[in-house]
């Protein structure tokens, strides 16, 4: 039954023109934060190199220092083209550069991945495609009409969640093989540096992000519609409730006398994905791994109750 139900459903997300959309904005959005990561000279922008910013980083550089240095680099930034070259030239200064070895030309491509995958661009588009996958239910109804599956909604429940997490997979090895091409392209060398340090890195992001996809698909089934899944997935990957969270530990803190290492951003599946390195320590592994299984489990147990017990028309 299951395999059946699976097939069913590979067919219909294959039909959607939105996954073959999606995983090319993916790639435009790789090639763009990739350039970034390889090309622009964030140092030459401030007017600075990176020997002076390591400089400026040992000295402990003050506000207003740095706020000087900056507006210093900007206000040169604003100058165009042959001017700024000529005033830089009657100045003895080198004109400022926008392109060249950005801040990871030397990275190799696990590094390059884990920065890619932090920048939340995987979740927003997973979250657009879950909305419209499991929101096309609702909108066309369609399970009431496959009679034979009437009393089995929780077997097709759980071959939406495979195609979750197939998708899943699809999206994190679009960003693999741009950070691969990126940095055979745009970086110094070639090299992978997939060391055991990555395995666990990946895996560990992976059951982050297939969480993620299920807690969109339950807030999707709970609101029976395409946009509140699309939205809630949007705002939960954008940061929006970044603040709110912060403002939430301040007092959390301050009521029960917390530490001040405590943070509701470590218990969130966004913070974890965005704050989660190769260099990641063991602890902080592990804490990832735990709100991987307690929201997927969570969310998969709530939707599963949502579509068996109530009608989805």
């Known amino acids: 039954m299951f395999i059946n139900a699976l097939k069913s459903e590979l067919f219909r997300a294959s039909k959607m023109k939105s996954i073959y959309i999606l995983a ?24 600075m190199d ?14 207003e220092a740095y706020n000087d240095s900056f507006m210093a680099g900007f206000d040169a930034g604003l100058q165009s083209g042959e001017l700024a070259a000529q005033d830089a030239m009657e100045n003895g200064i080198e004109p400022i550069k926008i392109l060249g ?28 495609f879950i909305g419209l996958y499991i929101g096309g239910v609702y909108k066309s109804e369609l399970d009431k009409n496959i009679v034979k599956y009437s009393n089995k909604r929780g077997t097709l429940f759980a071959a939406r969640t495979t195609v979750i997490a197939l998708y899943t997979l699809i999206l994190q090895l679009i960003v693999w093989v741009m950070a691969i091409w990126g940095m055979a392209t745009m970086g110094q ?23 993620f996809g299920i807690l969109v698909a339950a807030i999707t089934h709970l609101s029976k519609s395409m946009a509140g899944g699309i939205t809630t997935g949007i705002i939960l990957s954008s940061g929006i409730l970044s603040t709110l969270i912060s ?31 190769l260099n990641s320590d063991g602890h902080m592994v592990l804490r990832a791994l735990i709100c991987a299984l307690v929201y997927g489990v969570v969310a998969y147990v709530v939707s599963l109750i949502r579509v068996s017990k109530r009608d989805l028309g």
């Open 24 to 47: 090319i904005v993916l790639i435009a959005l790789m090639l763009l934060n990739n350039f970034i990561y390889l090309k622009v000279d964030l140092y030459g922008l401030l007017g």
């Open 247 to 277: 403002i939430a530990t301040i007092i959390i803190q301050r009521k029960f006398n917390l530490d001040s290492d405590f943070a509701l951003g470590n218990y969130t599946l966004t913070m974890n994905i965005s704050a989660l390195t």
């Open 101 to 128: 070895k950005g801040v990871f030309y030397e990275a190799d491509v696990a590094e390059l991945t884990s920065l890619d995958i932090g920048s939340l661009d995987v979740l927003l588009l997973q979250a657009i």
């Open 189 to 211: 060398s070639l090299v992978l540096g997939f060391d055991s340090s990555f395995v666990i890195y990946s895996v560990v992001i992976y059951l982050l992000t297939v969480a």
């Open 50 to 63: 990176a020997d002076a910013i390591t400089e400026l980083q040992e000295m402990g550089t003050s506000g």
